[in-house]
């Protein structure tokens, strides 16, 4: 099923979908928790639209390909063209917000890391990209400060909120504007908080942002 935008209220978004821009390393727990060094700057990549799923559907993840771990993120539904942009006008550009899963072939990533070679093949494959619906940015106001958190079998697995950030919602979105334009219906997830592990077939997860929403779901074999 191809995705399409979806407000909470039921309401259409006449957006497209387009590229899914990914931050790593955007907590410093998270960092830690995998050995890596804090970055001096975002770390940026890209996801294609044949990653992106709807999260309120049970989604598959891979067989045989070594461990598949969770990352939960806020996701930034962008409406408007940014090059270049300061915080001001990146703020002004985020048309709701909603959660996603970052789905990593975590063994794959660590041996393309080994080699020095990017990990888009890890991190990239087709379905691994879950993303909820979306509400607007107006339920949640204060970018600097919102809660989420990820619960797997009833048990909290992450939980964290959005003024640990590394770098600000608005410095990110500024950021990544000045290396690359973000478009109409471009999706951003702004990275994920400590508690990263393997997911198995038949887990069920619920996904919550602020007391906004919640989102249950479940994973299950191809």
């Given at each position: 099923?191809?995705?399409?935008?979806?407000?909470?209220?039921?309401?259409?978004?006449?957006?497209?979908?387009?590229?899914?821009?990914?931050?790593?390393?955007?907590?410093?727990?998270?960092?830690?928790?995998?050995?890596?060094?804090?970055?001096?700057?975002?770390?940026?990549f890209?996801?294609?639209t044949?990653?992106?799923v709807?999260?309120?559907?049970?989604?598959?993840?891979?067989r045989?390909r070594?461990?598949?771990?969770?990352?939960?993120?806020?996701?930034l539904?962008?409406d408007?063209?940014?090059?270049?942009?300061?915080e001001?006008?990146a703020t002004?550009?985020?048309?709701?917000?909603?959660?996603?899963?970052?789905?990593?072939?975590?063994?794959?990533?660590?041996?393309?890391?080994?080699?020095?070679?990017?990990?888009?093949?890890?991190?990239?494959?087709?379905?691994?990209?879950?993303?909820?619906s979306?509400?607007?940015?107006?339920?949640?106001?204060?970018?600097?400060?919102?809660?989420?958190?990820?619960?797997?079998?009833?048990?909290?697995?992450?939980?964290?909120?959005?003024?640990?950030?590394?770098?600000?919602?608005?410095?990110?979105?500024?950021?990544?504007?000045?290396?690359?334009?973000?478009?109409?219906?471009?999706?951003?997830?702004?990275?994920?908080?400590?508690?990263?592990?393997?997911?198995?077939?038949?887990?069920?997860?619920?996904?919550?942002?602020?007391?906004?929403?919640?989102?249950?779901?479940?994973?299950?074999a191809?």
């Open positions: 099923m191809k995705y399409r935008h979806r407000w909470l209220s039921g309401d259409r978004i006449d957006l497209p979908t387009g590229k899914i821009v990914c931050v790593g390393r955007n907590y410093a727990e998270h960092a830690e928790e995998l050995n890596n060094p804090l970055p001096d700057d975002p770390v940026l890209i996801k294609p044949s990653s992106v709807h999260l309120e559907l049970p989604f598959k993840i891979p045989n070594g461990d598949v771990h969770f990352e939960t993120e806020i996701a539904l962008i408007k063209p940014l090059c270049n942009a300061s001001h006008e002004d550009a985020i048309k709701a917000l909603g959660l996603a899963l970052d789905l990593t072939l975590r063994d794959l990533q660590a041996k393309m890391k080994s080699r020095g070679l990017p990990w888009e093949v890890a991190k990239a494959f087709d379905g691994s990209c879950p993303v909820s979306f509400v607007a940015k107006e339920h949640l106001p204060d970018l600097e400060n919102i809660a989420f958190s990820l619960k797997i079998n009833g048990e909290v697995r992450q939980q964290d909120t959005s003024a640990n950030m590394l770098t600000s919602i608005p410095g990110l979105l500024s950021y990544i504007s000045r290396h690359f334009t973000l478009e109409p219906g471009d999706i951003v997830l702004s990275g994920t908080p400590k508690g990263v592990a393997p997911l198995y077939a038949g887990d069920r997860l619920e996904l919550a942002i602020a007391d906004v929403f919640s989102v249950e779901t479940s994973c299950r191809p």
